[in-house]
């Protein structure tokens, strides 16, 4: 009996045993398994090596197969773009809001505060005296929100307001004017163009713009694309996309670049209304055909692309905006 016994006790260890191992294969196994899993992040907070190579595969695939943002190429712009901007009911609300809009901020801008302009008679003659079908492109440092209209609307005189037709087209961040369906019937009224922050140069309202200065029309346009943040004492970092306007149209424009200062002080940065008795000071500098090469040098090309028939000369927009702001 007692062999029987100690028999019988050594089979349930056996089995105990055999259970045992078996049980810690199969943990083994499940252990081996988790740990081939690919991980996303590793425990240092990296990512893993296969999202790595995805990564990896993307970037090439976008290098090989997207247009590199070092390079420029032409893009043409169809008569298409305009149908949409040029109907009739736009055109009725451009008739009516530009010139009133335009005169109030002419009002405000020389009956309670005080402008000083310098070579006025410059983009007086660029834009009254340009022959017939001649796009016009201006570009100016941006300092306060209302920009534009206000110091356009100085600019100008009250008849000149009053023709809606031939008064600029601009653009303005989508997030910022279109937000939704009233501001967006608004700013198109105004002849406002929408542009999308981070499409680039190569989007609709982009193409938009060029398809107006191929018929003739005015575009003012801020290189920095935004406002400055240190209350105008610096000029931003220009974009490229006052390069692609002059670049991709159908005859070259005319640009006249001008600077202003002093609209820190009408609509300080947070300001819920403009201010009144502050002193704005612009500067027009004579504009030519022989601008356009120039901005194109310095808006579109990278800066370790060199182009010396063009960019040795001394004569550029930039510089001298940035020695009247000096």
Known sequence: MSVQRIERGDMW??????????????????????????????????????????????????????????????????????????????????AVAVPVIGNVCHIFMHGLNSVQVYGLEKLHDALLHRPKNK??????????????????????????????????????????????????????SVKVLPVSRGDGIYQKGMDMAIAKLNSGGWVHIFPEGSRSRDGGKTVGSPKRGVGRLILDADNVPLVVPFVHTGMQDVMPIGATFPRIGKTV???????????????????????????????????????????VKS
Not at 295 to 315: A, E, G, K, M, Y
């Open 281 to 323: 000071s612009s500067l027009s500098i004579e504009g030519s055909q022989t601008l356009a090469p120039k901005l194109i040098c310095r808006f579109v090309l990278p800066t370790n692309f060199l182009w010396p028939d063009i960019c040795s000369s001394n004569l550029s927009p930039t510089s001298a905006i940035y020695s």
């Open 135 to 188: 796009s016009l492109i201006t570009v100016s440092n941006h300092v306060a929100s209302v920009d534009d209209p206000f110091v356009i609307a100085s600019l100008l005189p009250p008849s000149v307001l009053l023709d809606a037709q031939n008064l600029r087209w601009t653009l303005c961040a989508t997030d910022r004017c279109f937000k939704n369906p009233a501001t967006t019937a608004f700013f198109r």
């Open 13 to 94: 260890k056996n089995k105990a045993r055999a259970l045992q191992l078996q049980l810690r294969d199969r943990f083994r196994v499940a252990v081996d398994k988790h740990r081939r899993r690919p991980a996303i992040f590793s425990q240092n907070g990296s990512f893993s090596s296969t999202v790595e190579r995805w990564l990896r595969l993307f970037r090439d695939f976008r290098r090989d197969s997207l247009p590199s943002t070092s390079t420029f190429y032409r893009k043409r712009v169809t008569k298409d773009l305009n149908a949409e901007e040029d109907c009739v009911i736009h055109r009725m609300l451009q």
